[in-house]
């Protein structure tokens, strides 16, 4: 079995198990201990346990060494029962413990606000309210008051087919592909994706996700749709790629910054690919962030899991950059 006491004594092996330095590791364990007993000890009084409080078998991991299992898991992204071999656990409860931790994970990381879902029309007619986040964006604002440059890319996982809905056989609906199909389906991966939006600023911290979006949906479609422009302070700066030209027009009150696209049947002037290398060179913060968020396998291989947790899954790698990059950022003093 993987201890935690015995991987210390081999701190590059540590890193390279579970993405944490010791000291960061132990340092995430110590916020997280409170937030499992108060997890737990709420699970334990709620209504309609029958059960007193001390019955039943007890946990065989503590919080530190289920702390290393769901590393290790975000990390590789290994199947549940090869972790059960690792850890010596039953597949099944290892699926319990690394769903019941990652939204304690989430809440101790520096995570970044994240949407919980698209703001889309229709479900805004009908008086649906967004579920939010207790972490605003306002937050970020007050700890960099500095703030007015911030880089918005996405990013596409691929996912398996979605399946039509159970009991739409052959006798109640014509044999064909589900509508999903359709809808999850990104010409530029040419499979079947699910995208995230990052917005990461110049010194490399994320400070929004937007919620999980089929690959199908447009950049800009996706930016409008992820509750981020009403938060941005008047005259901030957005900087993207080329996919969200002519998103001056959607938020007239934020300076764009996008490169300049090559005219069909032309060539960019010497000035204009002069201004693409200058735009390039701040851009690339958030692609040096994607590529450490991408580190962890949850986020870049085949997506095996539920889609609803989709986002709760780059929730906690996002935060778990965030944590890296602000222990390891020179301290000025």
Known sequence: M??????????RSFESFCGLSPSEFQELATQLEPLWERAHRRSLLREGRQRRIGAGRQFKLDVPHRLLMTLVYLRHYLPMHLLGVLFEMDTANVCRNIHALLPLLE??????????????QKKA????????????????????????????????????????????????????????????????KGTHTLKTQLTVTPE????????????????????????????????SRLWGDRGYTGLEKLCPQHE????????????????????????????????????????FRVC????????????????????????????RAPQLT
Not at 2 to 11: K, W
Not at 127 to 142: F, I, M, N, Q, S
Not at 206 to 232: E, F, M, N
Request: aromatic share 4%; hydrophobic share 35%; charged share 30%.
């Open 125 to 188: 007619a009908e008086g649906a309210k967004p579920v939010r986040r207790l972490r605003t964006l306002e937050d970020v604002l007050e700890a960099f008051p500095d703030l007015a440059d911030l880089i918005v890319d996405g990013t596409e996982q691929p996912r398996g087919q979605p399946k039509g809905k159970k009991g739409d056989g052959a006798g109640k609906k014509a044999v064909g592909r589900p509508k999903d199909k359709k809808k999850f389906y990104s010409a530029k």
């Open 2 to 11: 993987l201890r935690v006491e015995r991987l210390r004594q081999r701190p």
């Open 204 to 235: 490399g911290q994320i400070v929004h996700l937007s919620a999980t979006a089929p690959g199908r949906l447009h950049d800009i479609k996706l930016l409008r749709q992820s509750r981020l422009l009403p938060r941005l302070p008047r005259g």
């Open 256 to 295: 764009v910054i996008v490169p300049r696209k090559r005219p069909k049947g032309g060539c960019l002037s010497l000035e204009d690919r002069e201004l693409n290398r200058q735009i390039s060179k701040v851009r690339i913060a958030v692609e040096n962030a994607l590529c450490r968020v991408k580190k």
């Open 107 to 120: 809440q101790a990381l520096p995570a970044p606000l994240r949407a919980r879902t698209l703001n889309i």
């Open 300 to 327: 870049r291989e085949f997506y095996r899991n539920d889609p609803q947790r989709h986002g709760l899954f780059w929730g906690c790698v996002t935060g778990l950059v965030n944590l890296r990059l602000a222990s």
